[in-house]
């Protein structure tokens, strides 16, 4: 059964539902960068959430999932409070689109996800795709940067989580082939097209079997130590330094941090060595796929993976375990966490003529480790994609 005879079973209609997609995202390099204002680069992928709806008059919400159980009603007259559970990012779309729009049609959805694994910016990609459905019904028009903006509060003042603008920026601005260069800070990006010169290569999305939950993680901590570095660093350096909530890596030139460095906690110096070394590698990454040197851009990613575990200090056991284990095999030429590296999934960019040995290989060595994720553990082979479209 597709999304809309599932949609058409639930609600018992005839009628054919409105439907939004949103893709998901892979992010090779720039990995905890956006939220200290950093370089990012990502692309999106030919996997994502789709939304079938149809619209209420009375404002009520009534919302089904394909990956989870239960189901979420509000209404969007309403303050909707939290529930700590899947519907909460509907919830958080609708309160982020009130604060400028006005919103009177609710409406009754089903929502699917076709890669129900964590690390793919799956929370950014079901709140985008709930954007648009309420936009879509209340006649509200929002461009691509709008888009984003209402998505990042979403999660930052809703949700509670201190996220970037990679998520969003590569689920609306990607395009297929193409290599998203972004500056979160200006929010000036280049779309670098894959190179003449450049080799057939796949993305393998890689599932450790161990479900990512950002909630109850050091997620937020993390970032708390890189905005204590910066503060710490420009009190030093007598920069002004405004508002610890306003206090962002960029703001600290690297010979700041190189001067004053051995002042600051050693975490804290981590988290900052962290940002400065993925500052490079996305300019360096940038150079590489634009000359087509898939070699050199996937040796990129493996140093940034490094330096998630080492300075930024993330990466579940079994993240690092499937780590190590890309690094020996045959056909792979850079891989790293997906996303936060709280549990979840990580990518590898590949040799396409050698996946099944990769997946073999991959499967065999992972499970020696971790034989309980048996039943869960999965490999999906992916290509880029457009963003979502407007």
Not at 30 to 46: P, R, T, V
Not at 322 to 341: P, T
Request: charged share 25%.
């Amino acid at each position: 059964m597709d999304n809309e005879e599932k949609f058409k079973s639930i609600f018992n209609t005839n009628q054919t539902p409105l439907s939004v997609y949103c893709p998901y995202r892979i992010a090779p390099v720039g990995a905890h960068s956006d939220y200290q204002h950093g370089l990012i680069s990502g692309f999106a992928i030919n996997h994502g959430v789709e939304i079938k709806f149809l619209p209420t008059e009375d404002g009520s919400v009534t919302l089904y999932s394909g990956n989870f159980e239960g189901v979420t009603r509000f209404s969007v007259y309403e303050l909707p409070q939290r529930a700590f559970a899947w519907g909460d990012f509907a919830k958080a779309a609708c309160v982020s689109l009130k604060r400028k729009h006005k919103i009177d049609k609710g409406m009754i959805g089903y929502i699917y996800g076709d890669l129900p694994v964590g690390g793919l910016s799956s929370s950014a990609a079901v709140i985008i795709s709930y954007i648009r459905a309420f936009t879509e019904l209340n006649g509200i028009t929002l461009n691509k940067e709008e888009i984003i903006n209402f998505a990042l509060y979403a999660e930052h003042d809703y949700l509670e989580m201190n996220v970037g603008k990679m998520d969003q920026s590569c689920e609306v601005y990607s395009k297929k082939d193409h290599l998203l260069f972004l500056d979160t800070l200006t929010d000036e990006y280049r779309l670098i097209p894959t190179s003449e010169n450049m080799p057939p290569y796949l993305f393998a999305v890689i599932f450790s079997g161990k479900e990512r939950r950002l909630a109850n993680t050091a997620f937020n901590s993390r970032v708390d130590e890189a905005k204590a570095a910066a503060f710490a660093l420009r009190a030093f350096a007598d920069i002004p330094y405004g508002s610890f909530k306003d206090s962002y890596m960029r703001d600290v030139p690297r010979e700041v941090f190189d001067e004053y460095k051995d002042r600051i906690p050693a975490a804290w110096r981590r988290r900052a060595e962290h940002f400065y070394g993925e500052f490079d590698r996305v300019k360096r990454g940038a150079a590489a796929w634009e000359n087509g040197d898939l070699e050199e851009f996937g040796k990129i990613m493996f140093e940034s993976g490094h330096s998630s575990i080492y300075n930024w200090e993330t990466g579940s056991p079994e993240l690092q375990t499937l780590y190590e284990i890309m690094k020996k095999c045959d056909g792979i030429y850079g891989g790293r966490f997906s996303g936060a590296g709280f549990n979840g999934s990580s990518v590898a960019l590949i040799d396409p003529s050698k996946k099944e040995a990769i997946a073999e290989f991959l499967k065999e060595e992972y499970l020696r480790v971790y034989p309980q994720y048996t039943d869960c553990f999965s490999i999906h082979f992916c290509e880029t994609a457009d963003g979502i479209k407007i």
